[in-house]
C-alpha cells in the first residue's frame, strides 16, 4: 500500500482500531445530525418568513385558540388575526377577553368571538364549545392552555386543586379539543392542529413535575398524531417552547425579564405562527432552537435533572424571601 492511501483499519492493535471507528461514526453523526437540524431551522425561520403563507385559503376561515386571554395565546391570536384568520377565543377570564377581542378589533377587521371556560372543571364544559363551533369551518386549533405550579415545589405540597387542573387543563383539554375539531378537518382534507408543549417536555423537571409530565404527555400525543395522520393533508405541528415572558414564568425575575433568550409572548408569537407549514416539530423561536440544540447535544438527561432540582431549589428560595416567609 503506498503513502497517503485511505486504510479503514490503520493500526494493527485491534482496541485501537474499534476507537478509531467509533470515533469516526460518532463524527459523522454529529456532522449529519447538526447538518439536518440546520437546514429545518432555516426552513422554519428564514425561509417561512420570506413567504407569505395565505392561512385561510391553506387551512380555513375560523381559528380556535385555547388560553387566549393572555401570554402566548393572546399573542396567537394577534398574529392570526394579521393572517386573516376569524378567531374563537376560548379562556377563563371574561373581562381579558373582551380587552383582547377590542385590541383586535381595531387593529384587524376580523370576526372575533370569545368564550369564557374553565377548563379545570373537566368533561362537561366541551358540550358548550362544541355549540360554539357549529357551523364553523375550523382551520386551525391551537391547542395553548395550560397551568403550572405558582412556584417550584416537592410533589407532597401539590394541592389537590392543583394536581386537578393539570390533569383538566393541560393533558385532557388538547385531546378533547383536538377530538372535537380533527374529524371536519379530515374530512375537508385540510387544516392545522398546534399543540403547545414545552422544552420541560423533553426533560423530567423535579419540583415542576406535573407540569413538565403532562407536557411531556402533549408532546407525545402530538407527535404521534402527526404520524398517524402525515398523509391527510391535516397538518399537526408540536412546539416546545423554552422559557418566555409571560405570567407563567413570574415566579422568578432570571426567567421572566425579557432577552436574548426569553422573548416577549408577543415575539415568540410572530415567529412561532410562521413556522407553520414549514416544520411540524420546533421550539418555535430561534433562539429556543439554539439552546435545545445546545441542551440535546452536548448535556445528558441525567445532569439536566440534577441541574433543573438545583435551580428550582434555587428559585424556591427567592420565591419565599420575596413573600418575606
Ligand atoms: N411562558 C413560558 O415560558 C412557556 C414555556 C414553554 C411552554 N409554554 C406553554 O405555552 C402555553 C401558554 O403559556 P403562557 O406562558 O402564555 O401562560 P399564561 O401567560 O399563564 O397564560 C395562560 C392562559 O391560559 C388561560 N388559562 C389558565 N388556566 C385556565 C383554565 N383553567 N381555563 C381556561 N383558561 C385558562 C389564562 O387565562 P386567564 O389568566 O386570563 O384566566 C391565560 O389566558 C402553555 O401551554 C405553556 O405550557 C410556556
Known amino acids: 500500500m503506498e503513502t497517503g492511501d485511505f486504510q479503514l483499519f490503520p493500526y494493527p492493535n485491534a482496541l485501537l482500531n474499534i476507537i478509531t471507528l467509533v470515533g469516526l461514526l460518532s463524527v459523522v453523526k454529529f456532522v449529519s445530525v447538526t447538518t439536518w437540524n440546520l437546514a429545518v431551522g432555516l426552513r422554519a425561520h428564514v425561509w417561512?418568513?420570506?413567504?407569505?403563507?395565505?392561512?385561510?385559503?391553506?387551512?380555513?376561515?375560523?381559528?380556535?385558540?385555547?388560553?387566549?386571554?393572555?401570554?402566548?395565546?393572546?399573542?396567537?391570536?394577534?398574529?392570526?388575526?394579521?393572517?386573516?384568520?376569524?378567531?374563537?377565543?376560548?379562556?377563563?377570564?371574561?373581562e381579558k377577553l373582551q380587552k383582547v377581542k377590542e385590541e383586535i378589533d381595531k387593529e384587524s377587521g376580523v370576526e372575533v368571538e370569545i368564550m369564557q371556560v374553565d377548563f379545570s372543571h373537566g368533561k362537561h364544559v366541551y358540550e358548550e364549545i362544541e355549540e360554539r363551533i357549529r357551523g364553523k369551518e375550523i382551520g386551525l386549533l391551537v391547542n395553548n392552555v395550560a397551568v403550572i405550579l405558582p412556584y417550584p415545589m416537592d410533589f407532597c405540597e401539590v394541592n389537590d386543586h392543583q394536581l386537578w387542573s393539570h390533569v383538566n387543563v393541560n393533558v385532557a383539554s388538547p385531546l378533547a379539543m383536538t377530538r372535537m375539531i380533527l374529524p371536519a378537518m379530515l374530512e375537508r382534507c385540510k387544516g392545522a392542529i398546534v399543540n403547545i408543549a414545552s422544552i420541560y417536555s423533553r426533560y423530567p423537571v423535579p419540583m415542576m413535575q406535573i407540569y413538565s409530565a403532562s407536557k411531556a404527555f402533549v408532546e407525545f400525543f402530538s407527535v404521534a398524531l402527526e404520524a398517524e395522520y402525515d398523509q391527510s393533508g391535516v397538518t399537526i405541528q408540536t412546539i416546545t417552547p423554552a422559557y418566555v415572558s409571560t405570567n407563567m414564568t413570574k415566579y422568578s425575575e432570571k426567567i421572566h425579564k425579557p432577552r436574548f433568550f426569553v422573548p416577549t409572548a408577543s415575539n415568540f408569537a410572530a415567529h412561532a405562527v410562521d413556522t407553520l407549514g414549514y416544520t411540524r416539530y420546533t421550539t418555535g423561536y430561534w433562539t429556543h432552537g439554539i439552546q435545545a440544540w445546545i441542551f440535546d447535544t452536548f448535556i445528558p438527561r441525567w445532569i439536566w435533572v440534577k441541574l433543573l432540582k438545583m435551580k428550582n431549589q434555587d428559585w424556591k428560595k427567592d420565591m419565599k424571601k420575596t413573600k418575606g416567609e
Open 48 to 94: 417561512s418568513k420570506m413567504r407569505n403563507k395565505n392561512f385561510v385559503a391553506t387551512y380555513g376561515k375560523w381559528a380556535v385558540v385555547t388560553g387566549s386571554s393572555d401570554g402566548i395565546g393572546e399573542a396567537y391570536a394577534h398574529e392570526l388575526a394579521k393572517k386573516g384568520m376569524n378567531l374563537l377565543l376560548i379562556s377563563r377570564t371574561m
